[in-house]
């Protein structure tokens, strides 16, 4: 016994430390769980940081945005319906803050965007989907993916080099105004919109398909009558989605509209969007002053609009699936 | 009208709409490809960006893109692939879940200029990063995160039952086998998703303008200390990112040749896209062909 022990500790390179948990895996087991342990956790922190940033993002904007209202005492009904956008008392030298203007061009530049967008998106979806499957899925996926990578200062600078300067040749003025903008969204928003589109029409069983053409009706009948009612719902989540999007785009959009604070009487005149008006004032206010915090009540009605945006989404889609 | 013309007039309609589409692409490619390349030069590439002067390149922007790109991806590849195992696997049906499932649902469809303000409240005022590269990644973090959830959560929804039941029939813990057996077989598909939506971040700009800030002090490329202020690796100073300066170029810009600056960036910004694009596909295909055993 004395022995065996006296080789044991002289055996070099060996660890004296018993080897009978090892050999028994009960060292393995422990570790493991330990492993396990670890994993869960990382994982569910994970899952809890994406709580925390949504939570975070609204808490935040919706504190800084209410500032205008409770520490500045700006009337919120002015400023939601006033026309009159005047922070630095340029014009008859009175301060008003009237949010308006820019509420009506980030609509009008949504819904503009999505009437040019849809029918191109939906027909587009249409073809990938039910008149050349091989070919638009070989052909046009690609395509679609591309143009959704596309960044949005690209679109930005084309309508820039392209759309402005054919308004001004064509319909007078400096070129930039509402319709640009809503091109140029529309542009963007149409891959968006096709894509999806395409997938919720793919969606649609063939049985309805094959029973449409059963009884005599044509590809256009099938199409239009049934595979198009059959989608519904889902299609009017992708032109809504699509929608959001072009809400919330800065960038292009302020690079082609214009940027004037007064309301648009044709869609011929320069506007702003909420976004564009936020993008050109931040830089040029000191934080905490007045003409700083309406900058972000408007952040906040953007928030707030997203928000209503994700909710029909989310209506639809419940509906979708009662 | 009988059903058939209408039928064909329909159906030509809707082909129309496919060329278009197409047409769109081409346009566009075409023609930022055609104005670009022209003003592409080595000296652009490496030269810095004048204020004022013709004659500047896009060095420091080009640069900035992808040390911002890389500093987003290392903090969102590990939180959203956990993100996206928690809801594939861990996640019970309940109110969590679908509260979870709404929180990325609601990340992912903010506006970039919303997230870009946040960014600008928290990171450069609250946590004093001021404009930085690393206000900018982490603002890119909270818009890129959803895209790396939902991509990990579809590619491990997309494996089949048979693998994960494999693992746990061996005695396997479940963390166990997700790590050694179904995060390696889903490792394709979010390795794709992870290189688009990489090209997504590399074209943001209107998150970054109020993060990153728009200005990038001049960089001394021979000088990688990570703490001195004009390092190429200084995470603490402001970093105009290229999309950022074509957007400055053509607002605000003062320089004689804008339209070249902005053209020649536009390319390639649109050219790295593409090869962004590229390489996730033909990656998808290499592997997706060994995993197969036909290579």
Request: proline share 4%.
């Amino acid at each position: 016994m004395k022995i065996n022990r006296a080789a044991i500790a002289q055996a070099p390179g060996k660890s004296p430390k018993p080897s009978l948990l090892r050999e028994k895996g009960l060292a393995k087991g422990l570790i493991d769980h330990y492993s396990e342990t670890r994993g869960k956790i990382v994982i569910y922190g994970s899952a809890l940081l994406m709580i925390i940033a949504v939570v975070a993002i609204t808490l935040f904007l919706t504190v800084q945005g209410l500032r205008s209202f409770v520490v500045d005492h700006i009337n919120f009904w002015s400023f939601i319906t006033g026309t009159t956008w005047n922070p630095d008392q340029s014009i008859a030298g009175k301060v008003s803050y009237g949010a308006f203007p820019f509420i009506f061009g980030s609509l009008a530049v949504t819904l503009l965007a999505a009437v040019f967008a849809t029918p191109v998106a939906v027909g587009c979806a249409v073809f990938m989907a039910e008149l050349a499957k091989k070919w638009g899925q070989r052909v046009l996926q690609p395509v679609i993916e591309i143009l959704v990578g596309i960044p949005s200062v690209v679109y930005g600078l084309i309508g820039l080099t392209v759309i402005v300067p054919f308004m001004r040749v064509h319909f007078g003025g400096s070129g930039f105004n509402l319709l640009a903008g809503a091109l140029v969204v529309g542009v963007m928003i149409l891959p968006t919109v096709a894509s999806i589109a395409a997938d919720s029409l793919r969606a649609v069983p063939d049985t309805l398909r094959e029973a449409s053409y059963a009884i005599g009706g044509t590809k256009w009948q099938t199409i239009w009558r049934v595979v198009i009612p059959a989608a519904g719902s889902s299609l009017v989540t992708a032109i809504i989605l699509g929608m959001s999007r072009a809400f919330g785009e800065a960038l292009a959009v302020q690079m082609v509209i214009g940027n004037t604070n007064t309301m648009p009487h044709s869609i011929f005149d320069p506007a702003a969007t909420l976004t564009t008006i936020i993008t050109l004032s931040m830089g040029d206010t000191t934080a905490g002053s007045i003409p700083n915090d309406v900058l972000w009540t408007l952040g906040l009605i953007l928030l707030v609009i997203s928000y209503i945006f994700i909710l029909i989404i989310r209506m639809l889609s419940r509906r979708r699936n009662a | 009208m009988s059903s058939k013309v209408t039928n064909r007039i329909a159906l030509s309609l809707i082909v129309l709409c496919a060329v278009i589409m197409a047409g769109i692409l081409a346009a566009l490619l075409g023609y930022i490809l055609v104005n670009g390349v022209t003003s592409i030069s080595w000296h652009f590439l490496t030269s810095e960006s004048s204020t004022f002067q013709a004659g500047g390149g896009i060095k420091d922007q080009l640069w900035n893109s992808f040390y911002v790109l890389i500093i987003t991806m290392i903090l969102t590849v590990p939180i959203g692939t956990s993100g996206g195992i928690y809801l594939a696997e861990y996640a019970r049906p309940g109110k969590m879940t679908s509260f979870i499932r709404s929180c990325v649902e609601v990340l992912a469809s903010l506006p970039s200029i919303v997230v870009g303000m946040f960014g600008m409240l928290v990171f450069v005022d609250y946590f004093q990063f001021h404009f930085s590269v690393l206000s900018g990644a982490l603002a890119l973090t909270v818009f890129n995160l959803p895209v790396i959830v939902r991509v990990t959560e579809d590619g491990f929804r997309s494996l089949s039952l048979h693998q994960k039941e494999g693992g746990l029939a061996l005695g396997l813990t479940h963390w166990h086998t997700i790590k050694t057996i179904l995060l390696p077989a889903a490792f394709p598909s979010i390795l794709t998703g992870i290189i688009l939506s990489a090209g997504r971040v590399f074209g943001e700009s209107a998150a970054l303008l109020f993060t990153a800030g728009m200005s990038t002090p001049s960089l001394d490329f021979t000088n990688w200390n990570p703490a001195a202020p004009t390092s190429p690796l200084n995470l603490f100073r402001s970093a105009e990112t290229l999309s950022v300066h074509i957007w400055a170029v053509n607002t605000s810009g003062i320089i004689p040749d804008i339209q070249t600056v902005a053209n020649g960036s536009a390319a390639v910004l649109v050219i790295c896209v593409l090869l962004f694009n590229l390489l996730a596909r033909a990656l998808g295909k290499v592997i997706n062909q060994k995993l197969s055993g036909k290579s």
